[in-house]
Each structure stands twice: as C-alpha cells, then as structure tokens.
C-alpha cells in the first residue's frame, strides 16, 4: 500500500492496550506495510497468549492481519536485588564480524542470528588498537537494541584481552541502567582464533547473565 490508514503510533498505542504488555515497538517496510513488531511484557501471561491478543486488536482496530511470525515477545521479571531476566525466543548466536578502516578510522560490523532472523549492529570510532575492541562491543550491544526494545541501556566501561594458564581471555564490562538502577556485567570468553570473536563473545556472556533468551515456540 502507498499510504499507511493509521499513524505507526496509534497502532503501538493499541498493543499497548493490551495485558501485561508494557511496551510495543512497530517496524514498517517502504510501502508502510508492518515488518516487525516487538514487545516487551510482563511474565504474567505467555507469550502465545500475547501474540494472538496483538493480532486481534489489530484485526478489530485497524483491519491489520499480520503473520504471527513477525510478532516478537520479551518478558521482564524483576527478581532478587532488582536484577533483570528477559525471556525472548532464542539466544543470539555469533554470524560473523567485519571490520573495516579508512583514513585512521575503524567500521565495526556485528551480525547475530535470533532464531530465523539476522540481527546487526554497526560502531564506528578511531582505529587504535584499545578503542576497536571497545567498538565490537558497542557495535554487539546496537544489535541487540531491538530485542531489548531500547527500554535498557547498556555502557561499555573496559574490555581488554588477558592471559590466564597460558590462553587469552577476552573480559568485558558492562554497566546495564533500567528503571530500578545500575547494574555492573562482566563477561568472558576464550580466544580460539579470533580476538574479535572473542570480544563479542564475552559482550554476549556479560549480556546474558540478565537476558535468558528462551525458546516459546
């Protein structure tokens, strides 16, 4: 269609009508048709249940049919000293990572897989040595921006390669801010043949000591 009926906002406004979700987030393609949409939720209901409430109200409100497959549901619980889990349908996997520099400045690419869907997220910063890790991180923690709706903010504070019994170990900081406070996240990983991979592999553990990315399908 060339022209959308109703305002992207108005559509988010309906779902978020809808119970125990808090949040909603609407992508649409050129042609105005919807792509994606995310919700963040509560975890008093499950997100089966969601998803068929969100193609409803957009049946009866907007006369929208949408593929239930392009609904994604994450769910907050607030658990012991205020900490974070957010249930999604899959844990983010590791695709590839490019970097590329020009003229003393560095590009970061990081591509993650969410189930059937590819996810990615681009830095780009000087290219010294130090601040390049800290670009994989960023450009991992941008990639995982629409899984957590950008209702969490994420700050790299240090990442740097180690050696420990003779292996290099990639060690990430990361300080997550949420509506109830801070939290600080560390993360590891090994470095088998590629400190870059590594980097974004210890992003990921950091990340995912508060984002349990669980299968509901």
Known sequence: MSEMPYPIQEWEQAIKQIK?????????????????????????RGPKQIVRDVESILVAQFDLQIDHKKISVA????????????VESTRPKLVGVTLRTVNGMAEIKVELLTGDKLIE???????????????FVEATLKALAPLTL???????????ITQLAKQQIALVSITL???????????????????REAVVKATLDAVNRKLRFLRHD
Do not use: M, W, Y
Not at 24 to 39: D, L
Not at 121 to 135: C, F, M, T, V
Not at 187 to 193: D, E, R
């Open 150 to 160: 950008d209702n969490f903010v994420f700050v790299t504070e240090d990442v740097g």
């Open 20 to 44: 125990s979700v808090i949040a909603a987030r609407v992508n649409v393609n050129s042609q105005g048709e919807i792509e994606e949409v995310h919700i963040l939720a509560g975890s008093g």
């Open 177 to 195: 801010i949420a509506s109830v406070g801070e939290q600080s996240l560390v993360g590891c990983a090994l470095v088998k043949n590629d400190d």
């Open 75 to 86: 769910q907050v619980d607030e658990e012991e000293e205020g900490s974070f889990a957010i």
């Open 121 to 135: 997220g681009l830095a780009q910063g000087p290219s010294s040595s130090h601040n390049k890790l800290r670009l």
